[in-house]
């Protein structure tokens, strides 16, 4: 007599007396009938002529390929693959060891369950969960997941606190950043990114396409070979590289009358724009120990004729040097629709470049 309470782990039960002779076999077939259906792994194979492959399940307790819980997946094949899973409650692992991706259902290659089916990417592997009728994910959420290696999002991805990556991470659609996201090692993005919190780098970013950002800190490098559009303060100090080597536009820090106002890291990469009224005289302090080697501002005197704004850079704090001078001054003019640079060569000496005397 035979009796299963679910066809995918039948188990046959023997009366009193029955089998005699032949217990072992039969109490074997159901030993390993349970380590199928919990440890077991079986090959199921795709060919390019049929793309579809089933697993089944029959009224037995002989060895069987549906009642196996790891599916591993192999053969050939450019498109189109399905694999349909037995019509009873069961879960799998199924790893999917081809270059396509496989959908996986219920019910028959004609059609049957068409949107209740899970897909397991090329090279990938997942977890589901079959109630007879139509196949889930087993894995929907993590309180915490650690990615040693590569993590692929073929679709959206949403980090609603911080991400910590110590490999790469391959975004081919959204990758959107709620919270904040440091990155250890190299990021490399090939598409959008959009970071609405605080971006820490710590060694090199490299951008292909937009990254936007609301603010950044670091100390490693920003590579961009396209466009960066940051809306808040960018601060690293590996410096920011243009990789294709067009031009950018030069954001505007702050802009002043006739006043005078001290040189802060918050212009740094930027310009100071000053205008003024007629014959009024802007001084620009440049303090000392506030920047550092490498540090670069410009500043742009937007005069309306000759003898009306200048202005004039207070170096009393730094050693300040005018290009192609041999000696350092404590005041230094920039003349009437003047733009000059002020770069830095350590945290108390500077050399300023353009039109100043």
């Known amino acids: 007599m035979a009796s299963s309470a679910s066809p995918d782990l039948k188990i046959q039960l023997m009366a009193t007396g029955e089998n ?7 109490t074997n077939n159901n030993l390993s ?3 199928e259906a919990i440890a077991r792994t079986t090959d199921v194979t795709f060919a390019n002529d049929a793309p579809t492959a089933s697993v089944t399940l029959t009224n037995s307790n002989s060895l069987q390929a549906g009642r196996n819980y790891r599916l591993n997946l192999i053969g050939t094949g450019t498109a189109g693959h399905v694999l349909l899973l037995p019509t009873v409650e069961k879960s799998y692992l199924i790893n999917n060891t081809l ?17 209740n089916t899970q897909t397991v990417p090329a090279g990938g592997a997942a977890i589901v969960y079959t109630d007879g009728s139509a196949v889930t994910s087993a894995v929907s959420s993590a309180s915490a997941m650690e990615v040693l290696n590569t993590l692929s999002v073929g679709g959206a991805a949403s980090v609603g606190e911080t991400l910590g990556v110590t490999g790469n991470v391959s975004a081919l659609g959204t ?22 919190g605080t971006l820490a780098i710590g060694e090199d970013l490299s951008v292909v ?15 961009v ?5 940051v809306g808040g303060t960018l601060l690293g100090t590996g410096g920011v590289s243009d990789a294709d080597g067009n031009l950018r536009q030069v954001p505007q820090s702050r802009s002043f009358g006739s006043a005078l106002t001290t040189a802060s890291t918050t212009d740094i990469g930027n310009f100071i724009f000053f205008s003024g009224t007629a014959s009024s005289t802007q001084t620009l302090v440049i303090p000392d120990d506030t920047f550092t080697a490498g540090d670069i501002f ?8 000759a003898d009306s704004t200048t202005t004039t850079f207070s170096a009393a704090q730094v050693a300040a040097v005018i290009a192609g001078a041999a000696s350092a001054t404590t005041l230094i003019t920039l003349g009437v629709n003047g733009v000059a640079s002020v770069l830095f060569t350590n945290a108390s000496a500077c050399v300023i470049t353009g039109n100043v005397s």
Request: charged residues 10%; positive net charge.
């Open 20 to 26: 005699s002779g032949a217990w072992g076999t039969v």
């Open 209 to 223: 396409r937009g990254f936007t950002f609301a603010s950044a800190a670091g100390t490693g490098r920003l590579d």
């Open 298 to 305: 410009s500043v742009v005197n937007n005069a309306k004729t």
């Open 225 to 229: 070979v396209g466009l960066a559009s």
């Open 175 to 196: 990758f959107s950043i709620v919270g904040a996201i440091s990155a250890g090692a190299t990021l490399g993005v090939t598409g959008n990114a959009s970071v609405t």
């Open 99 to 115: 270059t396509v991706d496989v959908s996986v259902r219920n019910g028959t290659a004609a059609g049957t369950n068409l949107f």
């Open 33 to 35: 009938a349970i380590e």
